[in-house]
């Protein structure tokens, strides 16, 4: 007899989703960076398969949401955080300016050359992070945007939530796109 799937269950073959097999009993470090690897894994699935038109389509009208946008705001995020205010890297902004504070889905054009971009600023970003989340101490205190400090544990804590909030919207969006849905 054939177990029924739940809706949410229909994304893909749970024995195949990559996203299980982590830490369960693991230390702080281990069970933080687990839960982040496991949003960003989300966010990956939700995109792929699709192609430049698919992944720039918005939500609806007047929303400029779509997959590629919320990808390559994940890139500036995962920038903003570990490379400027944690790292105390001197770069500047992948898609934001002053002039196009909302450049991340504004410039989400149907293109193949800019999904490319995106994907390729999202996986330097995301090595980045890890690399620096290995290496540095938990305790160790950044600063948000407006200066306040803020420890790297906290930040991760961040981190996920900012992923799983956008994953609500990946999840929306790709089912609007495709009909696939959940996990």
Known sequence: MT???????????LDKDPREGGTSLGDE????????????LTLQLKCEGLDAEQLARRSVEPSTMSLLGLLRHMAEVERSWFRRRFAGQDVPK??????????DFDGAAPDQA?????WAAWREEVAFAEQYARDTDLGFVGHASDGTPISL????VHMIEEYARHNG???????RIDGRLGQ
Do not use: I, N, W
């Open 94 to 103: 992948r898609y934001q300016s002053d002039d196009e504070p909302d450049g």
């Open 114 to 118: 800019v999904v490319d971009e995106a």
């Open 29 to 40: 470090r281990a069970t933080l960076t687990e839960f982040l690897r496991c949003q960003r």
């Open 3 to 13: 177990k029924p799937q739940h809706r949410a269950d229909m994304f893909m073959d």
């Open 153 to 156: 544990r906290e930040m991760l």
């Open 169 to 175: 919207h990946a999840d929306l969006l790709r089912e």
